[in-house]
């Protein structure tokens, strides 16, 4: 009989949060050591793949794959099955995005772990941006503006207070400036989050401006932009052409998905011929030190990223092993013994 068991931990959403999800000090650091080995070639990380329901263009939920193969000392393959829903923003007990990971070892393909990967989703999301924020903001960076005040803009403020060390205030923006009040009370005595329900006084003032909406049109204005501003966009069409196109700095995390992906700026401006891959630089060149970030404080710096599955994976990982170190989870068997081997 073989020693390789089909053992699956099980994780919960309330399971991660206890193995540590909520820990952002820890998950940039992932995220920034994943961007590294993917700059070094450790990482095999294909674009994803969306199911648009009833089609990519005009969905009203979707799903989508994002597998990845991370090397080096962690030795981790596995995917993210990311989804999202339009019938849930009207339901008041249901998360308008809902995500689950799973783990695989390489050597056997037996899965590892499958867990929830919405909250995971949310830290990695802002520390994406945190990492962005590191390279390119710049060092006298005091007043960031927030765009949107859902789940990402909450884990937002944790991320650009942990990367962004000069940081003093926030303006967290949004349409229900009630939802910007709720965080902005949560984050009570520990950080200064201003509500705002005016994103174009709130952008002016910026030093950073991070969208981070469900919006599928350009609603940041270039002329609310500071000239040696750091924008970033989390979602793939929030800003307007012109910001980009006149950044001194052009940065996204990864081409290939954002050149392909129906509905995305960068892939509208590449389809028009206005900019190509060789004017970008990269989040992982960046962690991995082979292009250098902002280079001046007078740079309009502007970095795009919609989110790659090997970050999850990454992080999802650490959670793994934190779970097992803990006990956390139920263990699950995939078979008692395969029927045909």
Not at 36 to 47: A, D, F
Not at 110 to 132: F, N
Not at 249 to 258: C, E, S
Not at 260 to 279: F, R
Request: hydrophobic share 40%.
């Amino acid at each position: 009989m073989s020693e390789y068991k089909p053992e699956i931990l099980f994780l919960k959403q309330e399971d991660v949060v206890k193995a540590g999800v909520l820990d952002m000090k820890t998950v940039l650091a992932i995220t920034e050591k994943t961007f590294k080995m993917i700059g070094e070639g450790q990482v095999i990380n294909p674009p994803k793949t969306m199911l648009g329901m009833p089609n990519n263009e005009n969905w009203k939920s979707y799903c989508m794959s994002m597998p990845s193969y991370i090397g080096g000392d962690v030795d981790i393959a596995g995917f993210k099955w990311a989804s999202e829903s339009v019938f849930n923003m009207s339901q008041p007990d249901m998360p308008y995005g809902v995500d689950v990971v799973m783990l695989s070892d390489p050597k056997t393909v037996y899965p590892k772990a499958i867990m929830d990967g919405t909250i995971i989703t949310a830290m990695r999301t802002s520390a994406a941006a945190g990492v962005a924020a590191k390279y390119l903001a710049s060092k006298n960076s005091k007043t960031a503006c927030l765009v949107g005040a859902g789940v990402i803009g909450r884990t937002m403020v944790m991320a650009m207070m942990e990367a962004v060390p000069s940081l003093e205030t926030i303006y967290l923006c949004d349409l229900d400036i009630a939802k910007a009040q709720g965080i902005a009370k949560e984050y009570e005595g520990k950080y200064n989050v201003i509500p705002c329900a005016n994103t174009e006084e709130a952008a002016k003032k910026a030093d950073i401006i991070v969208t981070e909406t469900t919006s599928r049109k350009p609603f940041l204005k270039a002329e609310w932009v500071k000239s040696n501003a750091t924008v970033i966009q989390m979602s793939a069409y929030e800003i307007e052409d012109e910001i980009l196109l006149k950044a001194d700095k052009k940065a996204l995390d990864n081409w290939a998905q954002l050149s392909h992906g129906a509905g995305a700026l960068i892939h509208k401006l590449s389809e028009e011929g206005k900019i190509t891959e060789e004017m970008f630089v990269t989040l992982p060149q960046l962690a991995a030190h082979q292009k250098p970030g902002r280079e001046s404080e007078d740079e309009l710096c502007v970095c795009c990223t919609y989110g790659i599955g090997s970050v999850d994976v990454a992080v999802a990982n650490q959670i793994y092993e934190n779970a097992l170190e803990k006990g956390i989870g139920q263990k699950l068997m995939l078979w008692d013994n395969p029927l045909w081997v």
